[in-house]
Every structure is written in structure tokens, then in C-alpha cells.
């Protein structure tokens, strides 16, 4: 075989240019759901470490009362009453905490006097912020565990522009999410706590924590 000048390429150069490889490794490697190895969890149920729950509120100062919509089996929620806040936990699903088949999505609740601290299911996560910031009142805030990749995107670009978060908190580790609330492993993803306030317009501040 020869390059783009004639000369021949030696059959060791030959093999890695003709290698294809797993096309699904560098997306498994990031995170992407559609190119996972494994299955996805069911209704695409990732628990919160507590851990990080703890940090984000060293970093941050929530209202009495919060609204954790995706409680799931409580990791978020637990935390938050061990540091003396009233929760009102639902979720979609029910998995015996909280307030199961409720769908925060079709609620229409407006003008709530309460904070939402969720890791929705990634698949919903900008609808989530969105009904969050139609819930709450003025000078609430949101906070959403989610993947640093939920930066990107045309659509929540717009959605960004309308709702810019007032900081972001990236992990300079890496946490590891349950599968199903139960499969806890080593994570390559990256993780941050997106935190608005109802009514800020101003430019977003990137922060590090972990």
C-alpha cells in the first residue's frame, strides 16, 4: 500500500491505518446512552452519590422547604432532612419513597414557594428544568446533578439563553452514579451541579468542587 506521495507504507503503518476499531468505544468511554455496553437502567434511574449532595450544600444555600421531583429510593432526599429541610419527594415511579406516580412533568403547579433539587433522568433533564423554573417563584433556586455534556446542544442553548444557570459546579473527580438506584461502579463521566435562580439574567460562573 502506498501513502499520498507513492511511497510505500510499512505493513506495521498498514495495520493501524486500516483499522477500524469498536466504533462504540470512544462513546462508551464519555458516557453516551445510545452507545453504552451495557443496558441502560430502568426508566433511566442513575441514584445520587450522597456525597455529592453534601458538597452542593456547603457550596450552596437552599430554601426550608425543597421539592426533589426524580427521589427515587431517597438518596437526595435523605440528605437534605438530615440537614433540616422539609422535602416533598415524587417521582414518576414508584419505588416505595416518597410520593410514587406522580409525574412532575404534567403538574401545574406555578409559583411555588420552594427550592427543586433532582438528578432527573437524562433522557428528560432540560423538560425537567424547565417545568422547575415554571414551578417555582421569583428568587428560588433549581439545582440538577447532571452530565457536563448537558452543556451542549442547539435546543438547550436556547433553553440557556431563557434560563442561564448562575453557577455551575463541575467535579474535578470523578462520581459514580447507581444503576438503578443499586449498581454502584467507577464512573468516566463527569458530573456538575447546575444551580439556577428564578429571575437571574446575568452570565453564568464556573465553578470546581470535589
Known sequence: MQDLFGEEIPERNQRHRDWTGNQRGVFSVIGASNH???N???K???ATPTEAVEMLLEMETFSKDIWEPAC???HISKVLEAHGHNVYSTDLVDRGYGHGGFDFLKCSNTNQDTDVITNPPYSKAQEF???AMEVIAEGHKVAMFLKLTFLEGK???RMFERYPPKVVYVSTSRLSCGKNG???MPSCICYA?????????GEPIIRWFN
Not at 193 to 201: I, M, N
Request: aromatic residues 24%; glycine residues 10%; hydrophobic residues 35%.
Open 36 to 38: 453504552s455496553l451495557t
Open 40 to 42: 441502560r437502567a430502568e
Open 44 to 46: 433511566d434511574f442513575y
Open 72 to 74: 427515587g429510593h431517597g
Open 129 to 131: 428544568v424547565e417545568k
Open 155 to 157: 435546543n438547550r442553548r
Open 182 to 184: 443499586v449498581e454502584w
Open 193 to 201: 451541579w447546575f444551580c439556577w435562580v428564578k429571575g437571574f439574567h
